[in-house]
Nanobody, 119 residues
Framework: QVQLVESGGDLVQEGGSLRLSCAAS????????LGWYRQAPGKQRELVAR???????AVEDSVKGRFTISRDNAKNTVYLQMNSLKPEDTAVYYC?????????????WGQGTQVTVSS
């Protein structure tokens, strides 16, 4: 059974930092891209950052320079370090595992963790 379990969400003041973690289990995640998405109230879910098992990372322009994604393959864990947080970063943050080859896998999602940034 594949599971993605996020942690680290919290209420933080503007300018603060948080580190989200996502522990994955249940399959060979070397074949998956691990990433973070977020969904703010009334908005669509959007990609934040992704990391491959080979070490490649990508961060969306909206958070570039403030957020960093990292991945520990030995622990099947992906992290999102969020610095200089802004109220507009307030959202539920979801961990996702997306197969490198969609023909041989499916997407998996965590339950989400709430990040609230107060001004």
């Amino acid at each position: 059974q594949v599971q993605l379990v996020e942690s680290g969400g919290d209420l933080v003041q503007e300018g603060g930092s948080l580190r989200l973690s996502c522990a994955a289990s249940g399959t060979n995640f070397a074949l998956y891209v691990l990433g973070w998405y977020r969904q703010a109230p009334g908005k669509q879910r959007e990609l934040v950052a992704r990391a491959t098992s080979g070490g490649s990372t990508a961060v969306e322009d909206s958070v570039k320079g403030r957020f960093t994604i990292s991945r520990d393959n030995a622990k099947n864990t992906v992290y999102l370090q969020m610095n200089s947080l802004k109220p507009e970063d307030t959202a539920v943050y979801y961990c996702a595992a997306e197969p490198v080859n969609p023909r041989v896998g499916k997407d998996y999602w965590g339950q989400g963790t709430q990040v609230t940034v107060s001004s």
